[in-house]
């Protein structure tokens, strides 16, 4: 019983670490399209000049 109980805690340990993984790159994605879109916008309004 105890040792059932340590292996589901660590694999929801494991579990929770892996979604807080995906959660940030999948931030990290998001701000990267964002970003690009927005500068995107600002080369057309002109307002960044390259």
Same mark, same amino acid.
Request: no cysteine; net charge positive; glycine share 8%.
């Given at each position: ?10 694999? %929801? ?17 998001? %701000? ?11 080369k057309e309004h002109g %307002?960044?000049?390259?």
């Open positions: 019983m105890g040792k059932l109980e340590y292996m589901l805690k660590d694999a %929801f340990s494991l579990l929770w670490k892996l979604g807080l993984i995906i959660l940030v790159v999948w931030v990290i994605v998001w %701000f990267m399209q964002k970003g690009t879109v927005l500068v995107d916008q600002g %307002f960044i000049h390259r």
